[in-house]
Structure formats: structure tokens, C-alpha cells
């Protein structure tokens, strides 16, 4: 995610890094050149392309707008759903760790390790939803934080996050059996475990369910159709202009529809991405502060003004 102050009104024309820029340029430049060479048959034969009237595409860049809007709304609304849900994660995980730390009893050696590994259980846990939602492997993330014995069956698990909730629930069971804590503080502890898991289908919803794809086919052959078309329409009213109107409106709509793709999938390391590691090392650092440990890690901090 790209983190820094709002750009100098001079330099945001100059910024780069976050900007749609590069998906696009190869469209737009594709449109400007095509808007030139018209421009320049219609200087040297005029009347090659007859005055058409702006109401027709003042009628389809209103219609164009109108899909556009929709589905980068709805593609932010995805973007935003995400970042609730790991903002979700990040307070159920802190409170189960307060619940452990504050209802088990830390006196005895035993109390002591439940607390540790429902603690360790959590950072695993939460490493490895990231994990998945990057399609990416966690067992360096992850293998520190789980007993070596699970190590095997935990890599041949489909669903780690999965595989590390129902380890914790297991747990849970068993400082029930051991009378560690009341039924009472148990089925509250065994909420978080579930809100946790809630957190974790939604994110798989939002990662494996797309916009639907003739929605999207629509969108891009109609901005398409309709930045190809413009040049023909334009150049007998604004002559030299052509170019640089025509340019500035394919970024316009060529970037809302990239932007859009872009939002639509929240978990990915693009730019605009969500900072899932950030996110991720917060809530182990929250975590083993909570533990009392010394061996914390650092703060992911921005590079050049990113965040991942």
C-alpha cells in the first residue's frame, strides 16, 4: 500500500509510484498516436472526416462514465471490505490473547505454556491467512510458532489457517478438561476462535469470488470502442487539439477501468494492495509484547513510500 503525505500540487502531475500510469500507457499512447495520424490526414485532405456533432459521444462518455463508476464503487467497496476484516482480525486476536493472559493461570509451568502456545497459535494463524490470501508460502512465517511435531501433517493441510484453527480449538478443549478457566470464560474464548474464522471465509469469499467477468468484458471493449471512435468525431471541431483532448480522456477512462481490476483484488503486493505484512508483523509484535518476551521483531516501515 503506498503510504506518504498528499504530493505538491506541481508534483503530483510528476508522481509515479502508486499512479495507474504504467498499466495504461500503452493504451493511451496507442490513442494518441491514432488521434495524430487522423489529425494530420484531415490537415492535408480536409473534410476527410466530416463534423459529426459532440451530443453523440457526450452521450456515450455519460453512459461509459456511468459503468465505470459502478464498478470501481463496487471494486473499492471490496477494498474496503478487506481492510475492515483484518481490522476485525486484529482486535480479535489481541482480545483472545487478553483473555488468555488474564483468566489462565500463569503461576504454574502449565499455565504458562497454554498461554504460550494459544499465543504463538494466534501470530501462526494469522501469518497464514496472509499467507493464503497471497497464494504464497507460509512455513518460514509460520513453523516458529508451531510445535515441530505438527510440522508435517500442518504441510500436508489444504487449509492451513484452517488447520491451525482447529489445533487452537483443540486447545481450548483441552484447558477446559483441565479446569483452567470457567465454562463461562471458555465459550467466550471460543467466540474469538469463531469471529476469527469468520474473518477468515470472508477474505477467502472476497479472494476467490471475482466481479463477474462479462461485466468487466462489457466495460473494457466499451472504453475501447469509445476512445478509438472519439478521434474520428473530434478532429473536424478541434483540429490540432484532437490529440491532447483525446489523450487526457483514454487516461481518464483507461485508468478507472485499471484502477478498478486493480481494487478488485485487495490481498495481492501491487501498489495499491493492502498491507498485509504490515498488518500481520503489528499483531505479532502486539502479541509477544503481551507474552512479556524480549525477541520482538521491528515495525515494517514504508519503502520509497510503500508499505506491503
Not at 45 to 54: D, E, M, R, V
Not at 88 to 106: A, G, H, K, P, W
Not at 198 to 216: D, G, K, Q, S, W
Request: charge should be neutral; include cysteine; aromatic fraction near 12%.
Amino acid at each position: 500500500m503506498i503510504v506518504r503525505q498528499k504530493p505538491h500540487p506541481f508534483k503530483i502531475f510528476f508522481t509515479f509510484r502508486g499512479s495507474i500510469i504504467p498499466k495504461i500507457y500503452p493504451q493511451v499512447l496507442l490513442i494518441t498516436l491514432l488521434s495524430t495520424l487522423i489529425t494530420i490526414i484531415q490537415h492535408w485532405i480536409p473534410n476527410s472526416f466530416p463534423y459529426y456533432g459532440t451530443a453523440t459521444f457526450t452521450l456515450l462518455g455519460i453512459a461509459l462514465s456511468l459503468f465505470l463508476g459502478f464498478r470501481n464503487n463496487a471494486s473499492y467497496q471490496r477494498w474496503w471490505e478487506a481492510r475492515s476484516l483484518w481490522g476485525q482480525l486484529v482486535y480479535e486476536c489481541r482480545s483472545l490473547t487478553r483473555q488468555m493472559l488474564s483468566f489462565i493461570d500463569d503461576e504454574s509451568d502449565n499455565g504458562q505454556r497454554t498461554q504460550q502456545r494459544m499465543v504463538y497459535l494466534t501470530i501462526a494463524f494469522t501469518h497464514a491467512v496472509r499467507h493464503r490470501l497471497r497464494d504464497t508460502e507460509p512455513w518460514q512465517d509460520i513453523e516458529r510458532f508451531v510445535d515441530p511435531k505438527h510440522h508435517a501433517s500442518m504441510r500436508q493441510s489444504h487449509n492451513v489457517p484452517n488447520y491451525l484453527m482447529r489445533m487452537m480449538g483443540k486447545e481450548l478443549g483441552e484447558i477446559r478438561r483441565q479446569g483452567l478457566v470457567s465454562d463461562h470464560i471458555i465459550q467466550n474464548m471460543d467466540e474469538r476462535l469463531t469471529s476469527m474464522t469468520i474473518v477468515l471465509a470472508a477474505c477467502e469469499r472476497i479472494h476467490n469470488t471475482p466481479l463477474p467477468f462479462a461485466y468487466m468484458l462489457l466495460v473494457h471493449r466499451t472504453t475501447y470502442l469509445y476512445c478509438i471512435m472519439l478521434p474520428f468525431g473530434l478532429v473536424a471541431s478541434l483540429g490540432w487539439a484532437t490529440p491532447l483532448i483525446c489523450a487526457v480522456i483514454a487516461y481518464t477512462f483507461f485508468g478507472l477501468d485499471a484502477l478498478s481490476e486493480e481494487l478488485e483484488e485487495p490481498f495481492g503486493l501491487a501498489a495499491n494492495k493492502l498491507p498485509l505484512t504490515a498488518l500481520s508483523r503489528t499483531i505479532e509484535i502486539n502479541l509477544l509484547e503481551a507474552l512479556g518476551e524480549t525477541d520482538i521483531p521491528p515495525d515494517i516501515a514504508p519503502i520509497n513510500g510503500y508499505l506491503p
